[in-house]
């Protein structure tokens, strides 16, 4: 007995390394997201081969060594698991977007090792256990999933509930009738109540027939129990894309004790599928990522998580005290019944019901052409006509060149979203409507489209620290703005549109200027019809190019609003609806083929965003959108990304598209900010960044009323659309002539300073200096408002 109890405190010390190394595996991925480079395939091969190595030699030492028949089982349990969380390591090599595809082979993988393990003689029970009481355990730990958590698509919950089946049939062909029938007699002896050989002839059904409160039925349940949790974490640990497995390494574990007091493989099978569901089906493994902060995806998986946890540790307790094993088949079955019954009513009612898989996006191969466009500038009806001309050509080639695929997505019965912009169609389908769409002539590529799991209740909505802007705007005052004002030159005439988080429409710094009417918001998300922002970060974004209170650069322009990111993400069907929205506003509920209206289409475009692989873009996703939205003669300006201070860091679409402004980011010094993305021309992003602006402690405003300093290129962005906006009010003239307006913004900017490498920032933080070259960090130089001597 004392071998099994010092080999229960081994097991603890390897859950201990293996929930260490899954989490340095999860943590590794989200710091390369982070750092916005290409995560290497060979983290988790290497995490996976450490865990085997770490758990997988002493389990193997406990299988051959020792001479006690339950301490050799122990062994063999804890080995075959940790081959478990080898494979599923191994498997996390297939992308996270592809969690179809992922839960898929894992659920082969797993039930192909179960019928493997199935090949062994095992101790056969002559009844098969209480499944029933089982089932209910199950349903009541995966409870708060089913409130607290939402499914995605069809085929992904098809393939969870096999994945999670296929886990619950391993882990009672791990722990199947010799495990526990080898318990059982070592348990007796060391209570007195018979010898501790295998002929002792204490069956796996006298398992059951142990009277409660008796050292032996306490032993049954923590001793075993401890072995049944230590395998079942490490089973949990391959389980799942990067992150699930974290949940699920604490919800299956406190179900050793629960299955011990069960006491048969069937049972433990049924236990341990139900409780995977959770972690498996529902949440995504993509949004568990730092990217989502607040009372996101991630911290609902961590309330479910945390009281799954709690479910298990009360259970194990109430089912260690009671004789659960004598339980009535049929008392067992009727409540099992009724607890299914609850579940099913309780995720109708308290969950969010329904499919929330991923779409795809369908890229046309025939784009339009830009060639023998109208290239007026100036304001009035000429630009309006220009405007009109890019607006026409678009929506015809798409009509045009969709018409045979909308036909057959008509047939098939697959609900669409065709675009213009881009020539494309967001259409709803899994896996096998990719591969089908893909094979078509006709289609250049087909990239996924995220759709993010809805979650409990409301967003709150995020607030700055202070409730006045105070005086000391040295943000505006680096780029010349007061110097404009004093001339009367405040952006009067020009429209700015913000595709971003939103707009506090109502707050003192932007209600003056909104320019209103039908067709000047616009919330694909949401569907809210006046400017709302709960992020608060297109609020600041906003604020700071036409804010009143002294927080913007171009107080006297107007603006309008779109919504493209939700709790901080994007898709490329988003981005390109807000994009289409600049381009042609449409009234609430409008048709954005038939209902645009270019002639209102705003001046300039401010983009603090950036699209990412994790959500759905290629380096070339939205390039015919902005090439199309520069033919138009629109400024569009974009954020250079917070990748720095990385040469070669600006990476994601739209930041290095020739026809945008890429904007990169200066402190009060002047200098380049470490977290501004660096160009380099030998990559992807030659020319980049065009230019500098402030976006480090900025000052704007926040949602109610509220101000707050925020760091970003997001924040420099906005400063390059209000000095725009100030040089074509100073000088209509300009409007729409981008290449002129380049050469101005490049001919009035100052020199931003450098640091040697190994100098310090006010911030405290290494300066990168400038070992990508001035040029690769600050584009011109920082942005200055081009006024004319007077």
Known sequence: MGAIVAASFLGVALVGLALFWQAAGWLADQIFLQLDVPQPWWIWVVVALILGVLAGVPSLLLTVIPRSPAVRETGRAWLCATGV??????????????????????????????????RRPVVASRTPGPVGLAIVAGLIVVSPWLV??????????????????AAGWLASSILDGTFWATFAPSLAASSGAGSSGAGSGFSVESWGEIRPGTVIQRNRVVVPGLVAGVAFALIAAGLGASGSQLAAMFVLPPLGFAAAALGSSRPTGWLVGLAALGPLAFVDPDEITLFLLGRDIPFWTLVATAVSLAIGLVLAL???????????????????????????????????????????????????SLAGLPTTTGPGSGRDARVAAVYQRLVQQAERTQADLRKQLDRWGLSYTPYYLVNGIRVDGGPLVRQWLSARADVDRVLLDPVLRPVPGSLETHHGPLTSPGADHWNIDMVGAPAAWARGVTGSGIVIGSSDSGADGTHPALAENFRGGPDSWYDPWNGTTQPTDHDGHGTHTMATAVGHEGVGVAPGAQWIGCVNLARNMGSPSHYLDCLQFMLAPFPTGGNPFADGHPERAPNILTNSWGCPEIEGCDPASLRPAIDALAAAGIAVVVAAGNSGPRCGSISDPPSTYASAITVAAVDVNGRVADFSSRGDSSGGAAGKPDIAAPGQDVLSAMPGGTYEKADGTSMATPHVAGVIALLWSQDPSLIGDLAATRRRLASAARPATTSSPNSTSDSGSDSAGDSCGLANDVGAGIAQVPLPPR
């Open 85 to 118: 969380a080898v494979l599923g390591g191994l498997l996390r090599i297939v992308p996270d977007p592809q969690n179809e595809a992922y839960l898929l082979v894992l659920a082969i993988c797993l039930a192909a090792a179960a019928f493997w393990l199935r």
């Open 318 to 368: 109430v089912l260690g005290l009671l004789p659960v094993r004598r339980t009535p088949r049929a008392v067992g079955w009727s409540l099992a019944a009724l607890v299914v019954l609850a579940s099913i009513s309780l995720y109708a009612v308290g969950g969010r019901p329904g499919w929330h898989g991923e779409r795809l996006f369908v890229v046309m191969k025939e784009q339009a």
């Open 148 to 165: 607290l958590g939402s499914l995605g698509g069809a085929l992904e919950t098809v393939l969870a509930v096999l994945a999670a089946a």
